[in-house]
């Protein structure tokens, strides 16, 4: 590996000088994806167009910090003429019409889709397991799940191929993968990243976030994808800031909080440690780190479940077989085209929660459960409110465990919630949260810390997390040949 | 039959004269090419969201104000879910929880009476796509797919056909005065649905209803209702059973056509749409909305017969809206309004009809237009004059005095000149004096001919015949 | 609590999602679905929470979009995806009900 292990600053001094050319961070990231090709980070792979267009950015001018580096794209972010499968069945042969937002965006800037990654079908799960095309392997332990669902993202970005991965988080799915990967993953606040043009699951928790291998460069990438757009009625008008802007000032007087549930019996003994030890090191530095109660936290999960699968029922009903994606061969009747369409196209975890979503929403229900939930949402956000009155920001761990077996089972529906227990209180108060990985388990398991800012305080998050990185000085390249 | 007292409600749906759909901005078109007036929002394509168009909401506070409906000051949409190949998403995005007006009515009269007809409530919703059926399969339009409607639903406060046909053009001539809709049923941009039951006193709870659906005429509605109030009468006399059913009326067969019997309700799963945040009115923006709607045609029906225009002629005009605007034009000035509306109806609406013009496609300013009433009035123009100088009054831009003058039909208004000519003509036609004194009507005939041809037809004939007659008896 | 639902209430669910189950699939959405709602259950449990009900964007209003109309598709880009098509229209089998 010559370049891509490299810091973003370093490369693009190089590039600037004519040192190397884009072509050559293309080259090798492609041979690093095909050494790599057992982590089955990747559904599609552009490679034919990240080399037309590394050759045509020889002749322009390197205008901004971005220009020219490979990133990949997870495959629920619509790219036109590229296909995106959201990893589903439905979508194997879909090529989209139209550039997300966000696509528009990593163009403008002059970064190279190096492809698209591997993910849960319709970013439904937490280990990736859900795929339809096979579960990608972290690589760290290829005998161990990636975590999910942007778990491909997370997956190339820690195996150094590309410098930057674009994922999505609904309850989760960029801060656990990245977690159990060992990178850096942020999931911005809801409203700050454009959502048009990333393939619906739960609208009002959905929100596509940068993952990276450190603190610095997620923040160039969060610079580059934020911004209001007038195509998506629930972005938000922030005025544009750079959010390296707080990184390497130091944390001394800041008050964090650490919810006592975080570190309750549901985290493992290990984790907790880390966690315990990490918390001692800002005090000496001069933080302030309170354990605290927080309301509601333990009902997330299931409010969660109830918002998400009610809303996805309705996102997924596009899927019919009649306008794009697969679609049953000479159906009998309208009713055999939605019936066997559906049953083919989807996995079995989205049509389990995309059942129970029906019924969550059908004759009466929804009065039970959706509009409750979205009542005691509101609530638990009023008590996030609160406790950043007093706090600049919340800290715990990521993830209860470390990354676990591929072969662990599948057939509990309710794991793939249970995994995401920690991060999922965020996307139900539309904060930001974000991973950095904070040391490893005694199998060498990458162990992460969760950041919890307030809405719109992405810098301030970035500020500890750098803080973090420069105390640990972690080696966060997974050793050795990652070959099978 | 009076026995029974029908109930109905109608729910009506008005597609909104927008330049773009509700939640795209592709155009909102109606008669081209099959699938060219779509984008990837309209056809719900994964990753798409929706936007909102500003005028829906404009159109639909107008609605609600000339509806007498409150206005909802904040509200959001919501999604309601059913699978069906004409709704792109299989949701269609609509207003169930927090309709934009509530609480509204209509006045129609019937009998001679007035009659509030109640609204319910009326929502913003998106138009589903076009399906045309073949032998064996369905085949899928998407340009309408997205288009704004709204939906004005009633309480089941209408008791016959005849109401409910009253309602509609009530409703239609509102929603197309106020540049709301085109609403036209046959491109349907219209489109109502009667739900109609009956029961024995006003205590009773409601009978079982039947939908009629999509009905293609205002005046098949009254005769669909009427149909089915009757079957229902028949159904009870005999001692049988009102199912819940959906029906169509089949102009071609005169009747009302099974469509389904329902047999439980629908499940439409309605949550409140995530995609699109709180819509906020203030004041501001009602205000300036409401400033734009034009006189309504009960307000102008009103002022018409205030001014001296018949009852008739009042209705005629309403039923024109583009002469009605021009008579509007007209309101402050002190013509005859009477003599005007006659003209603005009778020869000017037929020229405008064989020539399949506007009034605003003529040269008739509406100071040249004064100018010719007062001439009418005046008795400088007769009918027949008038007649004669139309083309050119309408196709050139000289004042009315000058085309007068050109075509020299300059009546004779003049008392003494008139009155000169007259006794010339008695004095030498004695024997016809002598036979109008012996009750022979026929010489005053033959005196006006006389007159006419002296004057070359230039003499006012009401003028000539009072002068004739006065002469004649001294 | 029950530890499975009925076929008919997974066969009822299946029908709102357009969703064909196998006879052999049904004893495992049975038990697997039920797993789930119980799990959602939970919310019935939850008390003390203010009865105001916020939809996706909080604090966000919409902002409304002018009247101006912008790019469309081409009719062979919307047919080019579409699985059955005859000329410019999409198709499906037929579809007896209503007519709209």
Known sequence: MKYLNKPILEINKLLKEKVIKPLDLVEEAFANIEKNKALNAYITLNKEEAIKTAKELENKEVDNILFGLPIAIKDNIITKDLRTTCASHMLENFLPIYDATVVKKIKAKNMIIIGKTNMDEFAMGSSSRTSYFGAPKNPWNTNKISGGSSGGSAVTVAARDVFLALGSDTGGSIRQPASYCGIVGMKPTYGRVSRYGLVAFASSFDQIGPLTKNVYENALLLNAIVGKDDNDLTSADKESEDFTRLIGKDIKGMKFALPNYFMSDIVSQEIKEKIISVSKILEKLGAKVDYVDVKYLENAVTLYQIIAMGEASSNLARYDGIRFGYSLPNPTSIDNLYYETRKTGFGKEVKRRIMVGSYLLSGENAKIYYNKALSIRDDMQKEFTNLFQKYDLVIGPTTTTTAYDLTDPMDDPLKSFLDDVLVIPVNMAGLPGMNVPIGFSKDNMPIGMHIIGNKFEEAKMYQLASCIEKELNLALTPGGEINE | MNKYIPTIGIEVHVELKTATKIFSNSINGYGQMANSLTNVVDLGYPGTLPTLNKEVINLAIKAATVLNCKIRKEMHFDRKNYFYPDIPKNYQITQNETPIGYDGYVEITINGEKKKIEIEEMHIEEDTCKSTHRSSKTLLDFNRAGVPLIEIVTKPCISSGEEAKLYLEKLRELLYYCDISDCKIEEGSMRADANVSIRKNEQDPLGTKCEIKNIGSISNVAISIDKEIKNQIELIENNKQIKQQTKRYDDKLGKNILMRTKETGNDYRYFPEPDIPYVILTEDMIASVVKTIPMLPDERRKVYQAKGVSELNANKLVQNRSLSDYFNKLLDTNINFKIASNILLGDIQAYLNKNEKQISDTTLTVTRFEELVKNVEDKTLTSKNLKDILVTVLEEESSISTIIKKSGIENIQDDQALRTIINSIISSNQETVNDYKNGHDRAIKFFMGQIMKETKGSANPKLAMDILLEELKK | ?100
């Open chain 3, 1 to 100: 609590m029950e530890d499975k639902l009925t076929k008919e209430e997974v066969l009822h669910v299946a029908q709102l999602a357009r969703i064909n189950i196998d006879e052999d699939e049904l004893e495992t959405y049975q038990i697997e679905l039920k797993k789930l709602l119980n799990e959602v259950e939970k919310i019935s449990a939850v008390k003390g929470y203010d009865d105001e009900k916020l939809i996706a964007s909080w604090d966000r209003k919409t902002e409304l979009r002018e009247d101006i109309a912008g790019e469309m598709l081409d009719p062979k880009e919307v047919i080019n995806n579409a699985p059955r098509h005859s000329g410019n229209y999409i198709e499906v089998p037929v579809v007896i009900g209503d007519e709209s």
